[in-house]
């Protein structure tokens, strides 16, 4: 059994379970809930960074992060599952993984500005410069959203993750004026059911 170190409340822990779901690999993976604010926990010591999600093997290694865990699941899995084995496709399919980390990276430091500097600290030119990536990031997308076929890819499911993300923790404001982002993320969640099982509660 491999264990996944991870919070409900982490999209990129979100991440990795939609795609061991695509990878017909979610019956081998239990999900343990870490806290990474906790010194205590044993995620300092399996990922000295001391961030989630965590992948621990059989053999008692560990994989960390999103993006090295989930190459060993579709390895696991025969390959191609979630990631085009060459070629374009693949390349895209990693651009666009590097375009939904990078709006949950830049959403994530919005709310740790938040949770852990007083209001009368607040800097607000970095909360405008990490506004800015999501903004852009929603435009170049509602322009062209990702088709979701030949295949769900790992960059597809790190898009949708990162506009979970938007609606958990910054209530959906995007949608008002993304309404092809609002349909594709819609048809997403239809054609694959992990996405509203992961949700966050």
Known sequence: MLILRSHPFSPFGRKVRI?????????????????????????????PLGKIPVLILENGATLYDSRVILEYLDDLAGGGRIIPASGAARFEALRLQALGDGMMDAAILQIYEGRFRPAEKHEPRWLEHQTGKVARALAALEAAPPPLQ????????????????????????????????????????????????SKPQ
């Open 19 to 47: 795609g061991a779901a695509l990878c017909g690999l979610a019956d081998r993976v239990r999900v343990e809930q870490a806290d990474t604010l906790d010194p205590k926990d044993s995620v300092r010591a399996q990922n």
């Open 150 to 197: 030949p295949m769900i890819h790992v960059g597809i499911v790190t898009i949708a993750c990162a506009l979970g993300y938007l609606d958990f923790r910054f209530e959906g404001r995007w949608r008002a004026s993304h309404p092809n982002l609002v349909g594709w993320l819609d048809e997403f969640a239809w054609k694959v059911p992990a996405f509203a099982e």
